[in-house]
């Protein structure tokens, strides 16, 4: 299995080549020349099968140049009950009328970006090990993706992380979970100023290339295509503990932001997983939803981004549509490239064009949610089932309620758990949402966090001075 690029510049390339790449060198994004197909008796066969290995027959078909064992070894030591505090790793949970809930968020920092990550911290340390050679990732954080990262790198060899916040604007229980971890590897950095400014910062320091190549900079971001293979896996396994034969339909509801995680539900659906429809479900920030409404994309300007209760998916941008984009304009790398430079010139691009394609041959449907059906769909919820949500998975399940069909099991993606989002749980229902057992003394561990200015070179010196060399 080879890489190509989706605006058609970078020669054909092995997983490994592109795990530590953001980018493709022509701006594009890695794509697999031809994806895997599973076929119907392949996928009974996988039936039973324990989440690790699973994931090591879904990967495998992706990593291909990581010898069977090995990727075994990695997906077992990625995907254990102790890390997912859960025995099924993903559990299943029956809602009401059609609904579940697929259980994305029981690892370590209670949302699904565990899911990829901690399959990723497996492979890094295995290639950076292979080929004799250090990694120093740095990044910038609002929340889940930058604690997701840091549980996946913590304590392995050959890879150090640097993760800027904003300092004192991330809840109290985000911050204690990222500043408690005491791993020599692991620098958090809360920077005087907001995500945005966090964000310069470490776009400048990617930009200079001469730093980039000294301190091997790299970075865990959502377009690398090793999380979009794992989070693959989850859709297979929902498949297979909602069905019990053959063909059977299913469909899932995604709450989504940068376009990722229903991607690998896309990916899924065209290996043959037989998926009736993928629900798109935004908040007020609707990009996703008015595209798959009127076939028009038009990421808005930062400060058309709405700051809302389901924060995760607050994004004016969807940086992994492209991909999608690619596959509904028949794999052409060139029109992929052309709509994109229009992008970049109009700030919109059409493809109203392709519309009927976008259920009938893709199964995409969408919907956004507000403020107020969140904390509606939280309290209904609660009180019909007894069953607690995040006010992102709320957004699912408010979308996923408008398009379920009747003998069609619709699976929601829980993104979160409440206790991460207390605040809004506190609004819908008048009390906090309670963590899990084992987190319930996190805010009182000591912490580890360097606050400095928002300054370039004060974070530029703090990475020379504790970077693997
Ligand atoms: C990241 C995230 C999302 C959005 O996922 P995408 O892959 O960016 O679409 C939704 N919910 C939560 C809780 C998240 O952390």
Request: glycine letters at 8%.
């Amino acid at each position: 299995m080879k890489y190509i690029s989706t605006r058609g510049g970078m020669a054909p390339q092995p997983f490994s080549d592109i795990l530590l790449e953001g980018l493709a060198p022509d701006g594009g994004l890695a794509v697999p020349e031809l994806l895997p197909q599973i076929s119907a008796e392949t996928l009974e066969s996988w039936r039973g099968l324990p989440y690790a290995d699973l994931a090591f027959e879904v990967l495998s078909r992706f990593a291909t140049d990581i010898p069977a064992d090995d990727l075994r070894r990695l997906t077992r030591a990625a995907y254990t009950s102790q890390i997912f505090n859960s025995e099924d790793i993903v559990p299943l949970r029956p809602l009401d009328n059609g609904l579940s809930l697929l259980g994305l968020s029981e690892g370590p920092t209670l949302a699904f970006k565990d899911m990829a990550m901690q399959f990723l911290g497996q492979v890094f340390e295995y290639v950076l090990t292979q080929r004799n050679t250090t990694l120093n990732i740095v990044g910038a954080t609002s929340g889940d993706t930058g604690s997701a990262a840091e549980y996946a790198l913590r304590g392995k060899r050959g890879v150090a992380v640097f993760m800027l916040s904003p300092h004192g604007r991330m809840s109290a229980f985000q911050r204690a979970q990222m500043y408690s971890l005491q791993d020599e590897n692991i620098h958090n950095i809360a920077v005087r100023g907001v995500f945005d400014e966090a964000q310069d910062i470490v776009k400048a320091l990617a930009s200079d290339l001469a730093f980039k190549s000294k301190y091997r900079l790299g970075a865990v971001n959502s377009i690398n295509w090793a999380r979009i293979a794992a989070q693959v896996v989850y859709y297979f396994h929902g498949w297979l503990r909602a069905t019990d034969k053959p063909g059977q339909q299913v469909s899932f509801a995604v709450p989504s932001g940068n376009f990722g995680n229903i991607l690998s539900g896309h990916i899924a659906r065209s290996m043959g997983l037989p998926v009736r429809r993928l629900v798109l479900a935004t908040n007020e920030n609707n990009v996703l939803e008015e595209f798959f409404r009127t076939g028009v994309y038009r990421p808005r300007p930062a400060e058309q981004t709405y700051a809302t209760s389901s924060p995760s998916m607050d994004i004016s941008r969807a940086s992994n549509f492209e991909r999608f984009v690619f596959d509904l304009v028949g794999r052409d790398a060139a029109r992929v490239k052309a709509l994109w430079s229009d992008l970049a010139r109009d700030g919109f691009f059409d493809l109203s064009a392709l519309k009927p394609q976008f259920e009938e041959r893709y199964g995409f449907v969408s919907g956004a949610s507000s403020h107020e059906d969140r904390l509606a769909t939280i309290r209904s919820l609660y009180d019909q089932t007894g069953v607690l949500v995040d006010p992102h998975t709320a957004d699912g399940v408010k979308v996923a309620r408008d398009h379920v069909e009747p003998g069609v099991p619709m699976l929601v993606l829980e993104t979160a758990l409440p206790a991460k989002f207390s605040e809004t749980i506190e609004a819908a229902l008048g009390r906090p949402a309670t963590p899990p057992g084992n987190l319930a003394n996190l805010e009182s561990l000591p912490q580890r966090v360097e606050i400095m200015d928002c300054d370039l070179a004060a974070v530029r010196g703090y990475i020379e001075a504790h970077a693997k060399v």
